[in-house]
């Protein structure tokens, strides 16, 4: 099993559309991520989480919001997708004692139509 | 603002020769550098990393570069190889900021 699990891997909704992207990992990391990548604008931060309790905005937030149920555990929701929100989205786990960075997975390609 | 800035979309380098990406920053507090590489349809992966103690830092085929005084870091690949063919970040960080900054990708293709 991967270290880090997107579900789902790809996702069609329509406008005005609520929708969750889910993410768990075994990596007993206590950080974790949510990133969007687009072309040309590379891989930008959404949300992340120290822990349970800690929850923290990216440089991209707007529309979008997270909940870490547990350590292993944070879903991204978009309230009501709209078009621009298109994109391939990736989790990440990390932790202070990684010096390899973060663990990410295998991305949700989402279409927003 | 860019802070991290990749400023070849691109790349083609035949096999056997040496790839080299480049990348520069702005932010003077970054004092940790990574590169991840991403093949389609997969999430990106550690490839190399560099603190700001040392100006080189080599793993196999794999070296990274640090210019602090320029601010900007290069990935030499040598020699390049087809299974190198992916997309390519530089990301950075420093001490207390527990998150990464990323650019924008190369695409670096091996021709055969």
């Known amino acids: 099993d991967a270290d880090v699990t997107q579900t789902p891997r790809n996702r069609i909704t329509k406008t005005g559309k609520r929708i969750m992207l889910e993410c768990s990992q075994t990596k007993g990391h206590d950080r974790m991520y949510w990133y969007r990548q687009d072309p040309g604008l590379g891989l930008r931060l959404i949300y992340y989480?120290?822990?349970?309790?800690?929850?923290n905005k990216g440089e991209i937030s707007d529309g979008y919001s997270v909940s870490r149920q547990a350590q292993a555990k944070f879903s991204l929701s978009l309230e009501s997708a709209i078009p621009n929100q298109t994109a391939l989205y990736f989790c990440?786990?990390?932790?202070?004692?990684?010096?390899?960075?973060?663990?990410f997975g295998s991305g949700t390609r989402l279409t927003v139509v | 603002d860019q802070q991290v800035k990749q400023n070849s979309p691109s790349l083609s380098v035949q096999e056997g020769r040496i790839s080299i990406l480049n990348c520069d920053y702005t932010n003077s507090m970054f004092d940790y550098f990574l590169w991840y590489k991403k093949y389609p349809a997969e999430g990106p992966t550690f490839l190399i990393s560099?603190?700001?103690?040392?100006d080189k830092n080599e793993d196999g085929r794999f070296t990274v570069f640090l210019n602090k005084s320029a601010k900007h870091l290069s990935l030499h690949i040598v020699p390049s190889q087809p299974g190198d063919s992916a997309v390519y970040f530089c990301?950075?960080?420093?001490?207390?900021?527990?998150?990464?900054?990323f650019g924008q990708g190369t695409r670096l293709t091996i021709n055969p």
């Open positions: 990301a950075a960080t420093f001490q207390g900021a527990q998150k990464l900054v």
């Open positions: 990440a786990t990390g932790s202070r004692q990684a010096a390899g960075g973060y663990t």
């Open positions: 989480s120290f822990d349970v309790k800690d929850i």
């Open positions: 560099i603190s700001s103690i040392k």
